[in-house]
């Protein structure tokens, strides 16, 4: 398989592949004002981050809709997370309006560690909900906060995925690691969740979480990237065992906050060479059956 070398090659990898389109789990669509301060955060990335991040999509959010129209984006989320008290309520109004208005666009939610977190999450899934985000890097949370124990199995039992930022990269937390997400695992084995990341820096012990439960699927955002190759560089001796998790493996780039084109996340897919049906499962097929994408 050709990798693309720029974004107007992806629509003929997307052909190549023989798949209807891509379907991305991590892509971020927020509010003007708090895609603002996200942006911001990077910009400071040297002081943050330790490197320079630059956004390579700093576009107004119409031209971000157009151009994953354009790569060849059949289904999408848009992520947003709260880093405080109050905020998660209104952010899940906000991206479920925006569903509402881009049909490729999955009904996004988010919640926090408070009091009201068992009712809206419950509201969202009942407003449609297809699938949640979890940061607890920058929320600064533990993901074991009873208060979240009521949304944690209100997923659960739903089966609606919670893409989560666990890992330690790009800069760790007080409750990131496998530790804390583990033993919510633990208490909730049936949670469907994404490992943002694939896990960064933690592989291998995201890979055991992987392995152990048949929930946890792990997304492939910037890893294998060559931005993140210069500082988490994922071990090749784990490879094989991304074969043997090709159904719980989904594509997601972090776009528009990527300091790459979009074409560079799957040219660092293919150029893996872990075959066409691996790449097939991962660009399109993995990310449909957990998304609930209906076949066209």
Request: aromatic share 10%.
């Amino acid at each position: 398989m050709r990798a693309p070398l720029d974004d107007g090659a992806v629509p003929d990898l997307v052909a190549a592949l023989g798949i209807p389109g891509l379907v991305d789990v991590h892509v971020h669509f927020m509010p003007h004002n708090v895609l603002d301060k996200v942006w911001a955060y990077f910009d400071a990335g040297g002081a943050l981050l330790g490197r320079s991040w630059p956004i390579t999509y700093r576009y107004d959010e119409d031209e971000r809709i157009d151009r994953l129209r354009s790569l060849g984006l059949r289904a999408w989320t848009a992520l947003c997370y709260p880093h405080k008290p109050g905020m998660a309520e209104w952010l899940n109004g906000w991206s479920l309006e925006f569903a509402a208005r881009v049909p490729e666009c999955v009904p996004t939610a988010t919640f926090f560690p408070e009091p009201s977190a068992q009712r809206y999450v419950a509201d969202a899934l009942s407003a449609g909900a297809r699938v949640f985000k979890a940061h607890v890097q920058v929320g600064r949370y533990d993901p074991r906060d009873p208060l979240l124990r009521p949304v944690w199995g209100l997923l659960a039992d739903a089966q609606v995925p919670v893409v989560a930022h666990v890992g330690s990269g790009p800069a760790p937390g007080e409750f990131t690691g496998p530790g804390p997400f583990g033993a919510v695992l633990a208490d909730f084995p049936r949670l469907v969740a994404v490992v943002a990341h694939m896990g960064m820096p933690e592989y291998a012990e995201f890979l055991d979480l992987a392995a152990a439960y048949d929930g946890v699927h792990l997304d492939t955002t910037m890893t294998f990237t060559d931005f993140t190759e210069a500082g988490s560089p994922y071990p090749r001796s784990l490879l094989s065992r991304l074969v043997d998790l090709q159904s719980r493996v989904v594509l997601g780039s972090d776009f528009p906050n990527i300091p790459h084109p979009y074409a560079h996340q799957l040219e660092s897919l293919v150029r893996l060479d872990l075959g066409d049906d691996w790449l097939r499962a991962v660009c399109h097929d993995n990310g449909a059956r957990l998304l609930g994408i209906p076949a066209p």
